[in-house]
């Protein structure tokens, strides 16, 4: 509200962010700490039992990581800024006004993280001798830049879930080292892991023709994936347990899957990693390009699935007790309701609720305390107002509106005053039924 209002009309506006933010995140923790590990895992092992195959492999692999952090990472990790910038601008200059020192130590990790990166790249065929254990040395630092980016930034997006006591002290550290902090840094490790071996493994499958390496680099992958799989499920119950009981209960709901459906999907995927994970450890020889496929499509999956629930769970808020999903802040909701919320709108272009802009001003407030999470006609039918309240009268919005957030909890309540609630109803009720009905008979005429 303090901010000019940025529109994605039929695609909505979370889901820019979340299509960045999932690629992102797959590089972030599959390439920039999986994958990481694993190159430089085959490289001390392709050493030590002096398996040349391996440590080939390994330099292979640096030349791919090294495009993909440097281009999409990159690019994706500057468009989650300047996405969440234009879309939820209240959000993030709350999150910056509080990890402002959290998030200037990560910038100046990851420059350390891409010097050091470079270095290990070009330096594969200078390095030779006793020089290779040097190399394998920077190696293993690159990775622990790359797990330390990781703990930075999960102080920061945990603490949107689990505040703990910041909202009455205000403190950075009681912000950071939050109650889910140091599970969910857990979780993020292991998952990295986990995930890269499913993403690389099909392409080790594919494209090293030498079986000896290729049955080498399964049996360190296997032993790899043997340790953080199990850890991966001890530190998600742990996450699970510390979350609060209502984000808990909006898990199967963020899916948009039923409850069954939820269970048996994500234990067929499951079961999946389990067996890709035996195969490897007992049977790196024979590792089957259908199980390849079916983890790797699998680890997708998951990681949208994750990132999906991370986001919804904390409705009604954005930063938990404190900031609404539509960047309301929660103390200053009885005020908007006295006041009005138009006349407190920074950039309103009406601060006054008339009979002559009940259109104008229920847009506005549209704008405000919907586009967050809804858009008027889109490809989410169940948040696209022209076919969630199609049929709907006027009165019958609006007091659907007065008691939304106790019929449907993950969903903020309705700030302003009664004319304002008038308004908005006005809005949705022209958009989801007489536009709607127009555009209708529009393309009719055009076919």
Not at 43 to 56: F, R
Not at 116 to 137: E, M, P, S
Not at 353 to 367: I, R
Request: some cysteine; proline content about 3%.
């Amino acid at each position: 509200m303090d901010f000019p209002v940025v529109e994605f009309p039929w695609f909505g506006n979370g889901s820019v962010i979340a299509v960045i933010a999932i690629v992102h995140v797959i590089v972030s923790h599959g390439i920039a700490i999986g994958a990481t590990t694993l190159m430089v895992s085959l490289e001390y092992v392709g050493m030590k039992k002096n398996k040349e195959g391996l440590i080939d492999v390994a330099k292979k692999f640096s030349k791919w990581i090294l495009i993909i952090t440097t281009t999409v990472g990159a690019l994706t990790g500057v468009g989650i800024w300047f996405s969440t910038t234009v879309i939820q601008p209240d959000s993030i200059g709350s999150l910056l006004r509080i990890f402002f020192w959290a998030w200037f130590v990560e910038w100046i990790v990851f420059i350390t993280e891409v010097v050091l990166l470079l270095v290990y790249f070009y330096t594969w065929d200078k390095w030779k001798g006793a020089k290779r254990y040097i190399h394998n040395r920077i190696g293993m630092v690159l990775v622990l830049l790359g797990w330390l980016t990781a703990a930075i930034i999960t102080g920061i997006l945990s603490a949107k879930l689990t505040p703990g006591k910041w909202a009455e002290t205000l403190s950075f550290w009681n912000a950071f080292f939050n109650p889910t902090y140091l599970p969910s840094l857990g979780f993020r490790t292991f998952i990295a892991i986990v995930l890269a071996v499913a993403l690389v493994s099909i392409f080790v499958r594919f494209f090293i023709k030498d079986k000896n390496v290729q049955i080498d680099v399964f049996a360190v992958f296997g032993k790899i994936n043997a340790v953080s799989l199990p850890l991966l499920l001890l530190t998600g119950v742990w996450y699970l347990f510390n979350i609060p009981q209502e984000a808990y209960d909006l898990i199967v709901w963020s899916t948009g899957m039923t409850k069954g459906i939820f269970t048996w999907v994500n234990i067929a995927g499951l079961i999946v990693f389990i067996i890709f994970g035996l195969w490897m450890l007992f049977k790196p020889g024979r590792i089957s390009i259908i199980l390849s496929l079916a983890v790797f499509f699998s680890s997708m999956g998951f990681i949208a699935e994750f990132e999906m629930v991370r986001e919804s769970v904390r409705k009604p808020f954005i930063i938990y007790d404190y900031m609404y999903a539509n960047g309301v802040v929660e103390k200053d909701a009885e005020k908007y309701n006295e006041e009005g919320y138009l006349p407190n709108s920074t950039f309103a272009a009406v601060e006054e609720v008339t009979e002559d802009n009940l259109y104008e001003a229920g847009e506005e407030l549209y704008k405000g305390q919907c586009l967050a999470c809804h858009t008027v006609d889109g490809w989410r039918e169940k948040r696209a107002f022209a076919t969630r309240l199609n049929g709907w009268t006027e009165e019958a919005i609006d007091t659907y509106i007065d008691t939304l957030h106790e019929t449907r909890p993950f969903m903020p309540p309705f700030v302003g005053t009664e004319e304002e609630q008038k308004a908005l109803a006005h809005f949705l009720h022209k958009v989801a039924n007489e536009e709607r009905q127009n555009n209708v008979e529009a393309k009719g005429e055009d076919e």
